[in-house]
């Protein structure tokens, strides 16, 4: 379970148990997603049920991992009238998974008062029309609109979409009760992935880390980078991790790291590590491959 909901887990695991001749392991460890699971759980269970998450379809994981969504709700009809006057004609709808069951009754809301609202198609990593990820967005992507509105906690996944578009974004976030927008963080993120850029500028030696989680694999991807630093007459070492974390790294020897891995982990984390954290595209603007005005965030 995600942490929010752990303090649930008694709970679940004493109705499994009652109502079935299963024994239950909680599994404690942070899970961050549906690409965030033990592979190794057939060494001590038949099954893994995961909670809190949508299946990632493309990830094809084994039929012996269930995944079990938990859906949110809450009284919507207020907040949307509070929102009409900061709204265009043509909205695009988005949230995490626990919130896309609101989306049509926020689209149906916004349809009596004369607004087009279109919950988009996500592609192959997606489950819901309309849910978002950290690592994909391609539900806010699929449809033309002038804004968006994006029901949610946190910022993470609707910056990107800010970042991504362009476009203005409203967040509706049930969690801590508020309606905000995000161009001041918006501008802060940039200028910061800004200066890793710039710090990264004379690195000769880098590590490229590669996560061994089942949903964010990417070999294809470090060995393209391996060799593109190569090609540049830069040197590059692959490290393989589950968990990162800076203090894993004091070992190694580099200048600049590049993350394969989630998302998140150069966006979230960059000040927690003393060397500049990079995603692959960042890499190619250090490299002169691409452009800082065709800058883009780093998608699955």
């Known amino acids: 379970m995600p942490e929010g909901l752990k303090i649930y887990a008694q709970g679940v695991k004493s109705k499994i148990e009652s109502e079935t001749n299963a024994f239950c392991i ?32 493309s990830m094809n994981a084994s039929s012996d991992v269930l995944f079990v969504e938990v859906f949110f709700d809450f009284e919507v009809n207020d907040i949307i009238e509070k ?5 265009g004609s043509k909205i695009g709808l988005v949230s995490a998974v626990q919130y896309v069951n609101l989306l049509p009754k926020i689209q149906d809301i916004l349809k009596a008062h004369g607004k087009e609202a279109i919950i ?36 993470f996944h609707p910056i990107s979409i800010s970042i991504e578009t362009g476009k203005n974004l409203i967040v509706l ?32 030696h880098y590590l490229i880390l590669a996560s061994s989680k089942p949903g964010q694999i990417r070999m294809d991807k470090t060995i393209e980078m391996k060799k593109l630093l190569e090609s540049k007459g830069k040197t590059a070492d692959v490290i393989m991790m589950e968990r990162f974390d800076p203090e894993y790294l004091l070992p190694f020897k580099a200048d600049a790291y590049v993350s394969t891995a989630c998302s998140r982990i150069a966006i979230d984390d960059y000040l927690r590590y ?21 800058y883009h965030l780093d998608f699955f």
Request: hydrophobic share 35%.
């Open 26 to 57: 909680i599994c404690a460890d942070p899970c961050f997603g549906a690409c965030d699971y033990d592979t190794d759980f057939k060494q001590y269970a038949d099954v893994l049920i995961q909670f809190g998450h949508s299946n990632i379809p």
């Open 83 to 87: 929102i009409l006057p900061e709204l």
């Open 173 to 204: 976030d049930p969690q801590m009760n508020e309606v905000r927008e995000l161009t001041d963080l918006k501008d802060k993120i940039l200028r910061q992935r800004y200066g890793a850029i710039a710090r990264a500028q004379t690195a000769e």
């Open 274 to 294: 003393d060397k500049p954290i990079l995603t692959p595209i960042e890499l190619e603007i250090v490299l002169g491959i691409r452009d800082w005005e065709d």
């Open 120 to 155: 988009g198609k996500g592609d192959s990593r997606v489950v819901f029309n309309g849910q978002i990820l950290g690592c994909n967005i391609s539900s806010a992507l699929s449809a033309d609109v002038d804004q968006y509105i994006y029901i949610g906690s946190g910022n």
